[in-house]
């Protein structure tokens, strides 16, 4: 739900929601189709934003606290829209706040990350996501692995051409993550172990997929599945 402040404040679910599920007696992302976020998911990619960031994102009071529509920062208007809201506040230091942000709930984090696929090179997200959802449910790994393969094989020529190659490993994750994520499965970005951080984890129906994203260009291929495997990324759920 949505919080103003750190976690002893009470958290709210957006009425909005409530009152329709409370009418159509089913669940539904009721608030988010009430407007096509279109500006934002603009903003949000001319700005190049890693989306797996979007679920732990830290900023400060000041940034939040802006009202300039003309050259407002991300991290307002996803605060002010009601995209992101507080999961941690902390004052290290008198008069000095830093606050962590993430989805309010899975409604926001599926429909957002959904509206952003398109804006990633995914032209068919909703028939993407079936696939995927198909691939999971089966537990058919080789499916996936193609699926996956064909995903960033259509991905758009230009955006290979017009961007370094020190940004692709952060556009691999953001499509990775945002696809995942508008599933609506458990999706945890840097997942800890006792061995370092795993750079996603999926949770699907008891199933556990790890994600280590290397650039072929820039390491060997294979460098991914050896990291995971030598650091034992998988023990904590075994």
Known sequence: GYRWG??????????????????????????????????????LRQRGIYTPSLDHWETEYELLSQFDVDNISTDALLFQAGYLTIKTLEEPML????????????EVETSLNLALLPSLGLENAPRERRTLFTHLRNHDLAGLEN???????GLPHDWYRNNPIAQYEGHYASVFYSHFAALGG??????????GKVDMAVDFAGHIYLFEFKV???????????????????????
């Open 6 to 43: 750190g976690q002893e404040v009470t958290s709210v679910y957006n009425p909005f929601d409530v009152l329709l599920l409370l009418q159509n007696r089913q669940f539904g992302p009721y608030w988010f189709e009430s407007a096509t976020p279109t500006f934002l998911v603009d903003m």
């Open 147 to 153: 699926h996956l393969k064909a995903l960033y094989a």
């Open 95 to 106: 008069g000095y706040r830093q606050y962590t942000l993430g989805f309010p709930n899975q």
């Open 186 to 195: 458990q999706v945890t970005v840097e997942d800890s172990s006792h061995h």
């Open 216 to 238: 072929v260009e820039q390491l060997p291929e294979g460098k991914a599945l050896e990291q995971i495997k030598a650091r034992g990324y998988a023990d904590k759920y075994r």
